[in-house]
């Protein structure tokens, strides 16, 4: 579709400018139409995006010739068409003479539109191509004149049209001498290459876009290249007019590429030898940044040379535990020139990992930091060295580490005796490493209470040589104590040296004194535990294997009265009624068990207790039953009162005739009534757990959801009026919501009450339907029926002046026109009463009583169905009855007057039978002969049932009702017809309406008009 076009209509009449507008609109859908009343409003309106202007002549003000001169005045070359009514050749002269771009007179018909529309598009797109011509002229002209560029312009046989003073130049000859030479006979091309360069024209001039290169490196003296295209210009027709013959200099750039590749190739096997890459990145024009690895780069990577990887994409080449690192710095390197040399992991696309040492670095030019060059070296070989050293020198430390354990080997040849020490003994003393420790700086870190001990067993150990064993407190570096166990030894080798290992017991020691601790803990706890089950009401006791009690508090000696002693002989099910010992004997084997069991009181009276029954294991790992059991008769008393209150609630839910529910905050129903369920729930589905959005349509579901969230959000009630659909139809409920609290306080559900209102709002519909229905009665009566009123008014005063036939048959007429509308107003009126003589009626003899009772001159009747509906029989026909004389009367171009292009719908009486020289009022008033209606022609009117058995159709073979006019031959009083009154389909409407049929209009297989009736029912 061609590109938008804007138009801006200035015409006083605005009725005139808007029928025009939607004129042109209709026309062409490329057209959009802005209106304006006067030449002020229409220059207010203009602006850049307008493409034309179309204006009437005389306007008051100013006229259209002065609003083209203020319109050429700030768009000089904008289309402005004079569009007017006063047609006369002066101002059709004045109009050329002034420039104007063209000139229309209106006439009474719609073509005008449609020459309007073709002419407004031609001068938009004759501007559009004029400006577009001169847009590509200076782009060829700006190219033209390039210094840097040979440019020639080719006739299609190959001779030189026109040529650039670059191209002279090359070529070595002035213009004249160049213009009707064939382009391959010029000095332009090495010799020998005429045939070459002449099937290049061709090619080009059969509408090839050809490159061509030209080198004259090994042509004697003349050393320079050149690369360009020869390529086709076609006029509007898309014939080839011309050929433009474009290249440019590349004769450095050939050399410098020469060198660069004898370069590269010393640098690739370098690398090759060096197991090196390289790589350069351009940071001039980035982000994006644009990258060149050297050869050795992507072998390095394992990756083929002819791949490119793009310089954001290099992070993947990574081993991913280095990635970040590496792309961090080199984005450093590029965003701020910040150098860098590290060790990373690359791995390659067979899966191999290898090491490689990277160094990145800025490169400034001029002063200007516009690159970056950096290398890449293969040290996995290095790395694996390393990592054989690292991993023997970590497996004795692990092994120190594990053991907490240090060496040392102490000097005794000669003072200061200084001694050798491995990592973990530093560790163990909190100092950081040194190359040697004497004797002296170790009793430093001695505790002071074994100070003097250690020292006179150290002064014996270097005087004797003897291996000993010394257990001792120190304080490390860190101000922390720990106690060490030192063993030493002197080599049978070396008399010399004296070895030892310090082991570090200072968690030992702790775990024994946490022993002790623990022990005198227990102790005190189990006074403590005592004290306290004897200070709880609740009884409990302990039983062994057997069942035997061998633990119990004083409250169990309380309840059931029996003291200390009876307690350690008994055995524990005495403690219950004969009947319950079993149970307890089954709640003691299994353990983790909570039953309620009654207790046996002193008094003998059982009580009612929960018992918690489990297994316990002694320190000794013997199997025991714990029992704790709580009174719970208070509890009784109240889950009694509550069962009471639960059965009273239960009752008026059941009773009541409201829908009652319950929700938690999830929206999940918890609880309903038996009402709720008899009338939401569809068979036997349980609704407890479900949200709305499993039991209605989601716009319902989404609706009653945001209803609950805004209780549960507020804490406040809402009362909200509801369409829901049911299993029986669709039902109107009037639903309070309200909070429901937990015992915190906070929101955690609620609670509804609906009320079906569903009788209570199709009422208050009715009487609102009413009410609309007198409203548009009112303005039919005033609008319709005044008309012919004021014609009969008109008529009179005229007869009284000259009393001939003419005025008394006008005068007629006025009044059958409106006997005939008040006539259909109360038959409107009627239809649309509520429907109550239902019975079975046969479809099809309704049908064939409607026919016989409407003149259908030619047109013929088809029946497509059976059976019977539940009808009002006599709204039926006339339903019927509406329908055929519609399409009778409107069905086909026959049956409208010559001036009518549009269909008319909506007259419900019989068409008249006019005499010859009958006028009829239209509705200005004038005078209109009704010898222009005839008959309907061959219309074929057929009846049927729809395909899915919903209802039924009728439809005719006549010439339809356009899309846009379908929801508008419904309303009352709407009729495109002179004769029509506009209330034939809108009682079928009614009619429809009275039995809850929905009614639609469509088109039928053959174009014409089609009414379909859904929602009929048949009888059960």
């Not at 031609?122 to 440019?151: G, H, K, Y």
């Not at 006599?874 to 010559?898: M, P």
Request: hydrophobic share 35%.
């Amino acid at each position: 579709m061609a590109d938008n076009i804007r138009v801006l209509h200035v015409d006083d009449a605005q009725g005139f400018a808007e029928m025009t507008a939607e004129y042109l609109e209709r026309i062409a859908d490329d057209l959009t139409v802005v209106t304006a009343t006067s030449p002020d409003d229409g220059l207010d309106r203009l602006d850049g995006g307008i493409d034309c202007v179309v204006s009437d002549y005389e306007m008051p003000g100013q006229n259209g010739l002065e609003l083209f001169d203020a319109v050429r005045d700030r768009y000089p070359d904008l289309p402005f068409i004079l569009f007017t009514g006063k047609g006369n050749e002066a101002v059709a002269s004045e109009a050329i003479t002034a420039g104007v771009t063209d000139y229309l007179q209106k006439d009474g018909g719609t073509d005008q539109y449609t020459i309007l529309a073709n002419r407004v598009r031609t001068a938009v797109e004759r501007r559009r191509a004029r400006r577009e011509r001169e847009r590509s002229e200076r782009r060829f002209e700006a190219v033209f004149e390039d210094p840097q560029t040979l440019v020639g312009v080719l006739n299609p046989d190959g001779t030189v049209r026109k040529a650039n003073q670059t191209a002279l130049e090359a070529v070595g000859a002035p213009l004249e001498e160049v213009v009707g030479q064939p382009f391959w006979e010029l000095s332009w091309w090495p010799e020998g290459h005429a045939a070459e360069v002449e099937e290049w024209v061709e090619r080009a001039a059969d509408g090839e876009y050809v490159e061509v290169d030209i080198d004259h490196t090994t042509a004697g003296s003349a050393q320079f290249s050149y690369h360009g295209y020869i390529r086709p210009v076609r006029d509007d027709d898309g014939d080839i007019v011309s050929l433009i013959a474009s290249g440019h200099d590349v004769t450095e750039k050939r050399e410098r590429a020469e060198t660069l590749e004898r370069t590269r190739d010393l640098l690739a096997q370098t690398e090759q030898l060096a197991s090196v890459g390289g790589w350069e990145i351009d940071v001039s024009d980035g982000p994006p940044y644009e990258g060149n690895p050297t050869e050795g780069f992507y072998r390095l990577h394992g990756l083929d040379p002819d791949e490119h990887v793009p310089v954001e994409q290099t992070g993947e080449l990574l081993h991913p535990a280095d990635r970040e690192r590496v792309e961090d710095s080199l984005s450093t390197l590029l965003t701020e020139g910040e150098p860098f040399d590290l060790e990373a992991r690359i791995v390659t696309p067979d899966g191999e990992t290898r090491w490689v040492r990277s160094i990145g670095v800025p490169v400034e030019e001029d002063g200007e930091f516009d690159k970056c060059h950096g290398a890449i070296v293969d040290i996995t070989d290095l790395k694996r060295q390393e990592a054989e050293l690292e991993r023997k020198a970590d497996l004795l430390r692990h092994a120190q580490q594990i053991a907490d354990v240090g060496g040392w080997e102490l000097d005794i040849a000669e003072p200061p005796y200084e001694a050798t020490w491995t990592d973990q003994l530093f560790e163990i003393f909190g100092i950081p490493p040194r190359d040697a420790v004497t004797p002296d700086e170790v009793l430093s870190f001695v505790h002071p209470d074994d100070h003097d001990r250690v020292a006179a067993e150290t002064e014996r150990l270097i005087e004797e040589g003897e291996g000993l064993t010394q257990e001792y407190r120190i304080v490390t570096g860190e101000g922390e104590e720990r106690w060490l166990r030192v063993i030493s030894e002197q080599p049978d080798d070396r008399a010399d040296i004296i070895r030892g290992a310090t082991l570090d017991i200072t968690e030992q020691k702790q775990t024994t004194q946490a022993l002790r601790e623990r022990e005198r803990t227990l102790s005190q706890y189990k006074e403590f535990t005592d004290d306290i089950f004897d200070a709880v009401d609740d009884v409990f006791f302990l039983l062994d294997e057997h069942g035997r009690v061998r633990r119990w508090n004083e409250s169990l000696e309380r309840v059931t009265g029996h003291d200390g002693d009876d307690l350690a002989s008994m055995d524990g099910v005495a403690f219950f009624r004969p009947e319950d010992r079993e149970t307890v004997r089954e709640a003691c084997r299994a353990g983790d068990t909570t039953i309620e069991l009654p207790l046996v009181a002193d008094d003998g009276e059982p009580v009612p207790y929960e018992f918690v029954f489990d297994r316990v294991e002694t320190p000794e790992g013997e199997r025991r039953t714990a029992a704790i059991g709580r009174d719970i008769s208070a509890r009784k008393e109240r889950e009694e009162a509550l069962a009471r209150t639960n059965r009273q609630l239960q009752t008026i839910l059941e009773t009541t005739t409201a829908l009652v529910f319950l929700k938690d905050s999830d929206g999940r129903y918890q609880r309903i009534n038996d009402r709720f369920r008899e009338v939401l729930v569809d068979g036997p589905m349980d609704v407890v757990g479900k949200t709305d959005a499993e039991l209605f349509p989601d716009e319902i579901a989404q609706q009653i959801r945001a209803d609950d969230r805004q209780v549960i959000e507020t804490g406040e009630s809402i009362e909200r009026e509801e369409e829901v659909p049911t299993p029986h139809g669709t039902r109107t409920f009037l639903t309070l919501k309200n909070p429901i609290y937990d015992a915190e306080g906070n929101v955690a559900g609620i609670c509804g009450v609906a009320t079906d209102i569903t009788e209570r709002a199709e009422y208050k519909a009715h009487v609102e339907r009413q009410k609309e229905r007198l409203d548009e009665f009112a303005s039919i009566v005033s609008h319709d029926l005044r008309n012919p009123l004021d014609v009969a008014r008109g008529r009179l005063q005229l007869a009284e002046a000259d009393p001939s036939a003419e005025h008394l048959a006008a005068i007629e007429r006025s009044l059958d026109r409106m006997q005939e509308l008040i006539d259909d107003l109360l038959a409107l009126a009627r239809q649309g009463e509520a429907v109550t003589d239902i019975q079975p009626v046969a479809v099809e003899n309704a049908v064939e009583q409607a026919w016989r009772s409407v003149r259908t001159g030619a047109a013929t009747l088809e029946t497509d169905i059976e059976g019977t509906v539940m009808a009002d029989p006599t709204r039926l026909q006339q339903l019927f009855e509406n329908l055929v004389r519609n399409s009778v009367e409107h069905g086909s171009a026959s049956s409208r007057t010559e001036s009518d292009t549009s269909v008319e719908r909506g007259s419900t009486a019989p068409p008249p039978e006019p005499g010859d020289g009958d006028v009829t009022p239209d509705s200005n008033g004038s005078m209109v002969s009704d010898t222009s209606q005839t008959a309907a022609g061959g219309i074929t009117v057929t009846v049927g049932a729809l395909d899915d058995g919903t209802g039924f159709y009728v439809e005719d073979d006549g010439e339809g009702i356009p899309d846009d006019e379908r929801e508008k031959v419904f309303r009352s009083g709407y009729s495109t017809s002179e004769s029509g009154t506009g209330f034939g389909l809108a009682i079928v409407r009614e009619i429809a309406e009275a039995h809850d049929w929905a009614v639609a209009v469509a088109e039928s297989a053959s174009g014409g008009a089609r009414f379909e009736f859904r929602g009929v029912d048949g009888p059960d």
